[in-house]
DNA sequence: GACGCGAATTAGACACAGTCCAATCCCGGC
DNA sequence: GCCGGGATTGGACTGTGTCTAATTCGCGTC
């Protein structure tokens, strides 16, 4: 009884409370993203679910992520119009993100006061705010 | 003499200005952006500049925006996985995004006032930083 | 344990933004 | 008018993500 399995177990009831079937391929989807503390792009998510034997297709695991997004299991990161980044974490934070190496780390929210935000226009709701700060080397001139 | 062929005169100073050979192509493209306050993709642009009589490739558009990027006469907004949005303006602002109709909003950054943020990681520099208000149509739920 | 059914998964074709490349064109300097 | 280097071009190519029709899986029922 290694902690993955048992990380695999809890998995389950998780993907349950959010209203998802969990199937084994959803469940190596979401261990994949829970069990380390990066942003992963879809592609890395394919890779590493595919270590193990089950060889999992690009279909399901673009459906899986796309199915986690939308019952907020997991958010999107958009930083790169190369590809997304699906982020584990849904707990408010914003991104720093190194233009250079792609690495993205987190900021807690918590921290954070933004002051003098326009009010929306009338009718509109926030689905939520993303903040990121693009960093690189200072090396340069 | 219109107002749009005087436009298009002293774009020629506006890119030269910042290191770039004005060359026809260029002058159009810089013009569909400036005449108009949105945030268009570059296929959006390719759209607008062959609508005049030469055609220019699709090439050309990217290769000049990437430029312009470069050379900071525009700026790149990444909000939309499927395509890069491009923006005439580059004094400090942020966004409001409808995620609906793809409709992207300024908010001058003056006003906003942010606190909290941790330093960055030594060594590094800011490149910049973009803030992100997704919204929608309050209407469901 | 076999059956049946709806949901999940699959392979592969497809769509589409963006890049690359080699050939051509254009334009300013002589 | 000629030359040379940068700009432009069409078209092939790449990579991410989507779609679809067919298959498989899991599970409740008998």
Redesign the interface.
């Known amino acids: 009884m290694d902690y993955r399995q048992y990380a695999r177990d809890s998995l389950a009831d998780v993907l349950r409370a959010h209203g998802i079937n969990p199937t084994h391929q959803r469940i190596e989807i979401a261990h994949a993203l829970y069990s380390r503390q990066e942003h992963l792009s879809a592609d890395q998510v394919l890779a590493i679910v595919n270590q193990r034997h089950p060889e999992t297709s690009r279909a399901t695991v673009y459906n899986t992520l796309n199915l986690f997004v939308e019952k907020r299991l997991i958010r ?1 990161v ?4 190369s ?2 980044f699906y982020d584990p974490n849904t707990s408010a934070h914003y991104h ?1 993100y ?2 250079e190496t792609g690495r993205l ?1 987190d ?1 807690d929210a918590a ?8 009010a ?2 009338a ?17 340069d001139s």
Request: charged fraction near 30%; aromatic fraction near 0%; charge should be negative.
């Open positions: 999107e958009i930083v790169d119009p590809r997304v720093i190194d233009v780390t900021i921290a954070v006061r933004i002051e003098g935000l326009p929306l226009p009718g509109m709701v926030t689905e939520g705010m993303d903040i990121i700060i693009r960093v690189r080397r200072d090396q």
